[in-house]
Every structure is written in C-alpha cells, then in structure tokens.
C-alpha cells in the first residue's frame, strides 16, 4: 500500500470515487461539506464542488463526465465535471476501459486459460451499477490481473493506482505470462507506452500461439493508448485475418476504437467523420450483445460551441430523449444537415426495418424544420434567414410547410434583389399549394424586380381572385388590404384624360415616328413598360402623387417654332406614315431633325403646326388657333428653328433672322417656359447648350434689342 504525504481533508472521508479513465480521483470529507478532485500523477487538488450538508457518497458516471453526489439533507446533486476540470482529464482510453463481452466462459481466450491452468491468474469481472445520470442499468466488466508470486492485485479499471515496483518485484520471483501483461498495462497507466509495447514485444517471445493472439490484442490496444490511431487499427484487422478464433475478441476491441475515435471526432466537432464510425462500431458490436454501446452521441452540444447546434442522442433503442435546436450560423446550419444527411445514409437499412426508428426520425425532422424556420424568422441578416430556410427544405418536410418556407425564402432573396432565385422559390410554392395566395404575391414581387410587369399585374390579379373566392373568411378579410390593379389602371388613366386634355390634338411620337391622337397615345401608353410598373408597383394603396408625376413626365411634349418654307408636310402626308421612312424633302428633313432632336433629349411627344392639324376641319382648326398659346405655355420646351442663319454667324443675327418677322413670333416667345434657338445645320445658337436660353443673358439681350421688350 502507498499512502500519498498530504491530507486530503481535515476530518474522515467519508466517501472516495476513481474516474474511469483512472486521470482523476474525487473523495468527500463528512464535516467539510465539500468533494475535492485530485490529478492521481501529481496528487494535487484540481477542483472542489461545495455542498449545503455533508456529502454521503459520491458516484461517477462511464464516461467520467458526470457525478453525482448523495447528501446527509436527503437530496443528491449531480455536476457537469466537464465544465470543472480541463477537458485533457477526459482523454479517451482503451485501457482504461477494458471492457470485454458478458459471456466471459464462452469467450475463446479464457478458455485458453482453463486449457493452461491460469484461470486464477486472468479473472474476469463483471458487475452492474446504477447510473444516475440516464437511470438506466450498464453492465461494466473489467480484467482482473493478479501475480501469483507477489498476492498484489493490478486491476485496470484503478491501473492509474498500481504499484509499478511491485510488478517488477513479481517478474523478479516469477516471470509469468500474467505478470508480463501486468507490467505493461502497468506502464501503459503511467503512459510509457514505449516501454509497454516492448514489454509486450518481450511477451511474444515466451508465449504459444493461443498466447500470442491475446498479447497482440493487448499490444493493439497500447498502440491505440499510445495515439497510433491507424497502427492499432490496422494491427487488429491482421490480427483477425492471421488467427480467426479471435475474431469474436477483435470485433468488440475494434468497436471500442471506432467509438473512441468516434468520439474524439465529436469533441472536434467532425460529425461526418463521427457517424460512420459509431455506425463501424455498432455493426462490430451489435448493443444488444454490449450494452455500453447503447448509448451513442451522434451530434452533441459543447460550451466551446459559439450559438447552438442540433443535438441528437441515440440511447440504444429508446429514442425518447432527443432534442434538437436550432444552429446560429450558416455555418453551423449547413453542418447540421450535413450531419442528418449522413445518419440517414449510414443507417438506411435499420432505419426501414424499425418502425418506431423511422417514426422518430420523422418527428426529429419536423421538429427540426420548425426550428430551423423559426430561426430563419428571427435572423438578423437575410443571408442568414436564406440559409436556415434553405436547410430546412434539404430536410424534406411536408407540402403545406414546405410551401410556407419556399415564400419565406422568396422574401428574404427578394430583399437581396436575386430576383430570378426568388421567383423559382414563389413558383415552387405556388406548385405546391396552388390555393394559398400569398404565394402569388411573393411571385408578384419576384417578377416586378425583374421588370416583367405585365406577368406581375397578372400574379397580383391571381392573388386578389383567390382571396376573393376563398372558403376561409379570414383569408378573404386579407382582400382589404389589396388594390386590384384594374383600379390602379383606372386611377393612371383618369390622369392621363386630364393631361389630354391640356395638350394638342395630335403628337408625333418621336420613337415610330408616326402621329398619334389621344386614343392612340392611350393604347401606346397602356402597353409601355412605364404604365405597367406604375400598375404593378400600387398593390396595397394609390399613391396620386407618384401617378401624376410619372403621367406628366410620360406625357411631355416639345413644340416646334419655325418659319413655312414654300412646301411643308401636312397632315395627310403623315397619317398613315412614319416620318422616317418617308422620301426626303427640305421640310421633312426639318421635321426629322427636330423629332430626332426631341427624342434625344428623352422627350417622347413632338408638334409642329404643319402636320398635327387638320385644316380641313373648321371646328379642330380654330380650336387650335384659340389652344395655340396654351399649348405652347404647358409645353416640356419649345425648339426654335432659325432658317437662313448659319453657324459661322456673329452674335446679333437673331434680330436679323426671318424668324423675327412672322405673325406668330411673339406668344411663341413669350408663352413657352423654356425655349431653344437652333442655327439652320440644328446647333444650338451661339454654341449655348444650356437647358432653356431664356436664362441667357447674350440671348435675351438680342431678343429685347429685337422686339422692344424688356426680359423679365
């Protein structure tokens, strides 16, 4: 016996616990009301958990990451050791768990030592404990070493603890087999793995065939102790292929390896790498015939995890105590279904054989989907809302909520102006439920971004006609909150009328060509992408304001003043005519150059007084003598057109132009609130390419030295 030099406590302990992996030992003082953990190498104190009353007993749960603590009150309490002691007192050993299957009398090896005679010397132990961390019962079976020579027992479930003197005193009397194994594990326990495997190397030289497996089962598990991962592996499987009386052995060493390197993978946060290995080792070792392998954490949370992250617990057949929440970042997210995608995968087969496996899964997807949905709601950024949708749909989730996500998910592109990606998504919402409206309007949303206006009036009208017709009253209460754009249609054009009504009978549109009188104009205006976006952008309310801007701007028209040449274009001569396509003649090549002029400046509609009237028709010809001036006050610009005045000119050649001679020259000055002086090649006057020359200070010098009449 060795006794450590310091007290642990003041008083009596009163209860003493050894972690599993033998790092770490917990005792309780019966007057101090606390539990101290001490590191079993430096036998220094590493943590201490306070009580309210005297602490009873202590028991640690299998994987050391949990202890519960029986108090004098009544009560027990049970501690996360985790977030107490450094996560190296957690490393996964397989020598600190030498667990092997229950049926121990039918197990090749200890029948080898009934055959030797040495069943005193390798003596296996099996018993069963409560665990109080999941109320379930876990049978534990440990190998029990002891020398024959020496009366010292080496258990390996407290090997941290073994006198390593004393097992080099047994070899010293009697070099057994036994004693030889001893040693090592021994040393494996202090972590000389070096000196253990040649210990073992030792072993192999002094023992039979039947011998020799077992040894090298032992020296797999050194090499997996020692970090050699893939040697021990591999060690194992040749192990298995050289001597197949000791599969049965190897299979349950190999499971305990690919759950532990399983696990190492979960504590690094490499899902995908875990599940395949927890999948490796149940195959191995199925739980029914270990029942330590019925409790598998495929996904779990950690305090080193920043947000939260899906957490999944098989715990054996009973899968009642899954739960799920959902992850903070895309990151996170798109693990999540990586992960799920990668258990139903490895699991398919048991998956369709058991029902209520099958049953669960589904309502862990469901469960899932909502949360991902919820989490989708609440995010901060629309690329983060993008993505919890897009996972959740990866999951397969039922129609009607598979639709919800698809519009939800449409919104959120939407936001990010990917136009094309959230019509796909309002689309695949509307396929599956043709009769929720608010697909519709997701997709009229979608298709307004992409300016395709007429297919949004359409979608928006779709919305309306199914809130309209729909059986639920409370959906159709929704239509309120609605403008059915034929209203809209009605609102631009009762706007338009008025405009029409205070500009000339006729203008020609500077885009064809052609003239147009008010019906047409209306036809034109109708069909142009700009009276459909009005249309489509009005869904929940009219805004006059923003009508009657854009209707006006639509509707702005250029005048032309200009002195008659001898054969000017009339009416007739352009009815049915684009004005480009006619043959060329001094006055079209003017009346060209002045609609290609307007139409430059972004001016839709041109008149000119030789074409847009019909003298024909007394009534329309004095109406638009009497409208002339009108016209030309409400006009966007006035052009101006100085025939007989070249460019070369100097200035003061407007008094002296023809143009100052007519009739119609001074209410053509003076109405207009912009007007622009053009020589005869159509340059602006004295190079001024302001945007009115009545803001000219040389330009209306020469009109007042012209007419007389002040500016201003």
């Not at 006619?582 to 002029?597: D, G, M, V, Y």
Request: with cysteine.
């Amino acid at each position: 016996m060795s006794e450590w030099p310091d007290y642990p406590h003041v008083d009596s302990i009163s209860a003493l616990c050894l972690s599993n992996n033998g790092k770490f030992i917990i005792s309780a003082s019966s007057s101090e009301c606390s539990v101290k953990i001490w590191d079993v190498h430096t036998r220094s104190e590493i943590g201490s958990l306070k009580h309210t009353s005297e602490v009873l007993d202590v028991e640690i749960s299998p994987d050391d990451g949990h202890l519960v603590c029986g108090v004098k009150d009544g009560k027990f309490s049970v501690w996360n050791l985790r977030r107490v002691l450094p996560m190296s007192y957690f490393f996964h050993s397989l020598t600190a768990f030498p667990t092997f299957p229950s049926d121990s009398d039918s197990h090749p090896i200890v029948s080898l030592l009934h055959r030797s005679g040495t069943r005193h010397d390798l003596i296996y132990r099996i018993f069963e404990r409560h665990d109080a961390v999941n109320g379930s019962r876990v049978v534990y079976t440990t190998i029990l070493l002891t020398g024959p020579s020496s009366g010292y027992a080496c258990d390996n479930a407290l090997g941290r603890l073994t006198m390593h003197k004393r097992v080099i005193k047994s070899l010293s009397v009697k070099p057994s087999l036994v004693a030889i194994l001893a040693k090592s594990v021994a040393q494996s326990n202090q972590e000389l793995y070096d000196a253990a495997i040649e210990t073992l190397n030792v072993a192999l030289e002094n023992c039979d065939q039947e011998e020799e497996d077992f040894v090298n089962v032992i020296k797999a598990i050194t090499f997996f102790d020692a970090g050699l991962r893939d040697d021990a592996i591999r060690h194992v499987n040749d192990l298995v292929v050289r001597s197949p009386d000791v599969k049965h052995l190897c299979a349950f060493v190999q499971a305990k390896m690919y759950s532990l390197l399983a696990a190492d993978a979960m504590e690094s946060r490499d899902f995908i790498r875990a599940i395949p290995l927890f999948a490796q080792a149940r195959h191995l070792c199925p739980s029914g015939q270990y029942p330590e392998m019925d409790t598998v954490s495929l996904v779990r949370h950690s305090s080193k995890l920043s947000g939260r992250t899906v957490v999944i617990f098989f715990k054996g057949h009973n899968l009642s105590g899954i739960s799920a929440r959902p992850a903070a970042s895309a990151k996170r997210t798109q693990q999540v279904l990586d992960t799920l995608r990668e258990m139903e995968s490895v699991f398919r087969d048991e998956i369709k054989l058991r029902s209520e496996l099958s049953g669960w899964l589904a309502g862990f997807k469901s469960r899932c989907v909502e949360m991902l949905e919820s989490q989708g709601d609440g995010a901060m950024h629309y690329d983060d809302a993008i993505t919890q949708y897009t996972v959740a749909l990866a999951i397969n989730p039922t129609p009607l909520l598979a639709a919800t996500l698809f519009m939800k998910r449409s919104k959120a592109r939407a936001a990010l102006s990917l136009w094309d990606d959230a019509l796909k998504d309002a689309e695949e919402a509307i396929k599956l439920n043709p009769s929720f409206p608010l697909g519709y309007e997701r997709k009229h949303t979608a298709l307004h971004g992409l300016e395709r206006y007429g297919d949004a009036i359409n979608a928006l009208t779709t919305m309306i006609s199914i809130l309209e017709s729909s059986p639920d009253p409370e959906i159709r209460l929704l239509r309120g909150n609605y403008i059915n754009p034929s209203d809209t249609k009605n609102a631009v054009l009762e706007v338009f009328r008025k405009f029409v009504d205070n500009s000339p009978f006729r203008l020609i549109d500077t885009r064809s060509g052609r003239l147009c009188d008010a019906e047409k104009r209306r036809k034109i205006f109708k069909e142009d992408p700009i009276f459909k976006e009005l249309v489509s952008s009005m869904t929940t309310q009219l805004h006059l304001e923003r009508i009657n801007t854009v209707t006006r701007q639509y509707f702005q028209y250029v005048m032309l003043s200009h002195r008659w040449e001898a054969k000017e274009l009339e009416l007739a001569d352009v009815l049915d005519n684009s004005i480009y396509e006619l043959n060329t003649s001094p006055a079209l090549t003017k009346l060209q150059r002045f609609c290609r002029l307007a139409r430059d400046a972004k001016f839709r509609w041109a008149w000119s007084d030789t074409c847009c009237i019909n003298r024909d028709k007394d009534v329309e010809f004095a109406k638009s003598i009497n409208s002339m001036f009108h016209w030309y006050r409400c006009s966007a610009a006035t052009i101006v057109y100085l025939t007989g005045v070249p460019p070369q000119m100097i200035p003061g050649a407007l008094k002296e132009s023809v143009w100052m001679t007519r009739g119609w020259t001074l209410q053509e000055l003076l109405a207009p609130p912009v007007i622009r002086f053009y020589y005869e090649d159509w340059t602006p006057y004295l190079n001024n390419t302001s945007h009115n020359h009545k803001e000219s200070v040389d330009i209306m010098q020469e009109l007042e030295d012209a007419t007389g009449v002040t500016a201003g």
